[in-house]
């Protein structure tokens, strides 16, 4: 009787310890999915930032979705405009290059809100580009994170922070 | 038995003086705050400034962020915020207060305060057109910051004044642009 209690805790111990290693090794989805306020999932459009033939996806950040059936996807509220995680992968770009922005949707957003912050965190500009204007210049040097928000409506929209290194 | 003395009249007669007097009250109320409304953007809401927790059980004051125009003070309805002060009580959410829309006219130049000792590093100004678009958006750098509509409508300014990465206040204010 001793015996098959061991046995059993030594099985329940194998599953849980595979379990969680399988867990560990289930890469992240992507494009990144949010639940769709009925018990579903829908995914979240990408947005994605291109210089030097170089492109990197972003960190997802605040994001507010609705469906066809006017039900609000989701939204990460927190943080509001800051990335948390600070995204891994930095795109180098030359000061007063124009880093270009793009999406996977089948129409353009109506705007584009760009923020960029220095490494203090502090916001140093905000700009709102109309649709069309898939360019951004960076005009100060050194690395910097930027927060670019895509408005299909005000309902629509989704950001995502990137890092950048300016360089001269 | 006469009428005025039977108990049952004396009850109702009680029941109909109560609510007599509620109904009074009640449309008093509602007339001063008619009244009223028409300058409500220059009076802050009931609680004011917002009082947030800190995360450690206390409750203390929002930074304020103001519009003036001529002298005269418009308040906004206060949104996220994260918030520390020197004694290390943080505080950070998001709280959603009411504002009046009030009136500027277009190509009139207004300025931003605030009610800190020291200057915020950075502004950010969005402004958002009547389906809640941004259109505009602007970050001065340090002391107040000043602004203008240059277009007629509706109008909704996010104003986020940033002390540091973890320090700062949003408001929203709601514009009517005149012509």
Known sequence: MKNAKFILLAVLFFFVVSGCGVIQNTPTPWPPQVPDGQGGIISLPVIQLAANNIVVTGTKGKFLLTTANSLVGGASEWPPFYPEPVPAKSLDVRIRQGAMISHDQPTDPVVWLVTEYNLQGVVTTAMVLPRGQNAYNFLIEGERFIGIRAYWTRDQYVTYFFSVKVKP | ?179
């Open chain 2, 1 to 179: 038995m006469k009428l005025e003395t039977h108990p049952s009249f004396k009850w109702f007669r009680r029941v109909y003086i109560a609510i007599t007097l509620i109904v009074v009250a009640s449309v008093s109320a509602c007339g001063v705050a008619r009244v009223t409304s028409h300058v409500t953007s220059a009076i802050p809401p009931t609680t004011w400034p917002p009082q947030v927790s800190n995360g450690q059980g206390k409750i203390i004051p929002l930074p304020l962020i103001q519009i003036e125009v001529n002298g005269v003070v418009h308040y906004g309805r206060p949104g996220e915020y994260s918030w520390s002060n020197s004694v290390g009580d943080k505080g950070g959410g998001a709280i959603y207060g009411s504002s009046t829309a009030f009136v500027l006219q277009k190509d009139q130049i207004f300025k931003i305060t605030h009610n800190q000792q020291t200057d915020p590093i950075s502004w950010i100004i969005v402004e958002f057109d009547d389906q809640g678009i941004p259109v505009t958006a602007i970050s001065p750098q340090s002391g107040n910051a000043f602004y203008t509509f240059v277009t007629a409508g509706n109008r909704i300014l996010k104003i986020t004044a940033q002390w540091a990465r973890d320090k700062y206040v949003t408001y929203h204010f709601s514009v009517q642009v005149m012509p």
